[in-house]
């Protein structure tokens, strides 16, 4: 693949390497939400279909995004936590251990520490090299009986560390607990195969890696929470709601399967079908050849910070479109934000950890303007 740049409008001054912060809009997907702001000068041109058939276009197209057979398995929500309190809410086990990696974003974090029928076990990363195997093992080992769900991320958002989510599902199996995933961080950039992995829920921000708009996300939920009760009780989710004729014979039954999960409101005219302009980009470009593009970007300049003292992951145990460089401790981080902001370098610093987390409209000339930042913050 060749740098994507020229599809976005973003500033040449400015270094981005911050796409885990968010995206910059493609052209493609600011059109689409300019249009639907347009859309609605003429309301009569908008007629009821348009209230489902959007929605159902952008789940057909992420259900092609991370390989699921059933688009109805996946609704439109507003943000992580609204679709994580969903999953919370409805798990089979109604008590016990959640297993968590530590230090994982709050919205994986607050929907279960408020649910006293859970207790959270944060496993923590090992402190030496070689982290990514030995933190699997440790969260392997924490699985028991006593666990109702391990809930984390493809890979942390900090430091880019892929979790083994097949063995993680392999064991979760084992003893009856359910695997919830936060793509957040990975979908869109990083292949995910869901018939592979057979997780029960995936939730996922929309504003990232899949380059859509802000507000507006996706969750895939399995099987186990067929039956279960939404967090909210939005008309549209009801049975036969796209008969607006007979709204008020009020319907108690809602839509079979996960589609109770969807917002209210969920056919946002503007932000749906910018989504669905940014994933048909996706689709075509392929995450595995966006990873790709990020690792041959950055391969040559991760040795050389390596060889300068910064301390990288490898290359196997992390992701390429989001990865951590840890400071030595000769180098002052006051230096190295000052030499980011010299050379406008944006990145996010997380603790002591500069995240870094290139997109195909990076090219080598970002890179190396990195590195030279880098390299002026330790003389
Ligand atoms: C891993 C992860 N999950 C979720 C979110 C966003 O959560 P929410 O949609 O609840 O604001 C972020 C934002 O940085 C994130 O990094």
Redesign the pocket.
């Known amino acids: 693949m060749k740098c994507q740049r020229d599809k976005f409008l973003l500033q040449g001054k400015v270094t981005y390497l911050n796409g ?2 968010m995206s910059p809009l493609l052209k493609k997907v600011e059109k689409a939400g300019i249009k639907g702001i347009i859309g609605k000068r003429k309301p009569y041109r908008i007629p009821p279909e348009d209230f489902f058939g959007e929605s159902e276009t952008l789940r057909r197209l992420y259900a092609s995004l991370i390989n699921v057979s059933d688009p109805s398995r996946i609704v439109i929500i507003p ?4 679709g994580m309190e969903n999953a919370v809410k409805n798990l089979p086990k109604k008590k016990g251990t959640i297993i968590a990696a530590g230090g ?2 709050p ?2 974090v607050y929907p279960w520490r408020a649910n006293s029928a859970y207790q959270i076990n944060f496993i923590a990363p090992p402190i030496s090299h070689n982290i990514g195997s030995l933190w699997n093992e440790r969260i392997l080992d924490a699985i028991d009986q006593d666990t109702a769900a391990v809930s984390l ?1 493809q890979i942390h ?1 900090v430091t880019g560390i892929k979790f083994d989510l097949q063995a993680i599902r392999k064991r979760t199996r084992e003893v009856g607990a359910a695997l919830i995933i ?1 793509g ?2 990975s979908i869109g950039a990083l292949p995910f195969d869901t018939e592979q992995i057979q997780p029960d829920a995936i939730i996922t ?1 929309g504003y ?1 890696w899949l380059m859509g708009p802000y507000s507006l ?1 996706l969750a895939y939920y399995g099987p186990i929470f067929d039956d279960g009760l939404p967090i909210e009780n939005n008309w549209i989710n009801r049975l036969g709601a796209d008969d607006f004729s007979s709204l008020i014979n009020y319907q108690d039954k809602f839509m079979p399967g996960a589609l109770r999960y969807e917002v209210g409101e969920h056919s946002n005219f503007i932000l749906v079908p910018m989504l669905i302009a940014a994933i048909k980009q996706l689709l075509q470009w392929r995450p595995e050849e966006i990873q790709q593009y990020c690792e041959e970007l950055f391969v040559d300049a991760i040795e050389e910070l390596g060889s300068l003292g910064y301390v990288i992951e490898t290359q196997e145990a992390r992701a390429s479109h989001l990865f951590g460089i840890n400071l030595p401790e000769n180098i002052e981080m006051d230096r190295v934000k000052k030499a980011l902001s010299v050379h406008k370098i944006n990145i996010s610093i997380r603790g002591n950890v500069l995240r870094i987390s290139p997109n195909v409209y990076n090219d080598q000339k970002d890179v190396q303007r990195l590195l030279r930042a880098l390299k002026e913050a330790i003389i």
């Open positions: 885990a912060y943000s992580v936590s609204y994982q974003f919205s994986n991320g958002w936060d957040t961080q921000a990232k996300g």
